[in-house]
């Protein structure tokens, strides 16, 4: 297996793509984030995407994607009790339409996730 070297996360697009909302990437500065007692936060309101900056890029990725996630559940307008089924059928299109809109957070993500911890 080749290992390529991942891209500065720094050099990621700033607008993350969502469904009809864009998304700013905050690069979250550890204090604010332990402040906060978290990792990463995606705010629908304000439409900010924040991922704390002192981790590896394999977690980074992570968090980043699970973010991304809750972008989606919230573009997908889908309640807290919604079946998994009911989850699966509403998050897939909006997961694949954030894909094809961000490739170049989609394949950072891609090799960051690759590397190991």
Sequence with gaps: ?????????N?????IKIGIAEY????????????ARCNGEC????FEIRVRTD???????EILEHEI???CWAAA???????????VNRLTPIQIAARR??????AWIDRAIAQKV
């Design 101 to 106: 809109d961000n490739p170049e957070i989609y």
């Design 55 to 61: 981790m590896p890029d394999s977690l980074f990725a």
């Design 1 to 9: 297996m080749s290992r390529r070297k991942v891209p500065d996360r």
């Design 77 to 87: 307008k889908l309640k807290g009790r919604a079946s998994e089924e009911t989850v």
């Design 69 to 71: 996630n809750h972008g």
């Design 43 to 46: 705010n629908i309101f304000t």
């Design 11 to 15: 050099a990621l697009p700033s607008i």
């Design 24 to 35: 700013t990437l905050i690069h979250w500065d550890p204090l604010e984030a332990e402040a």
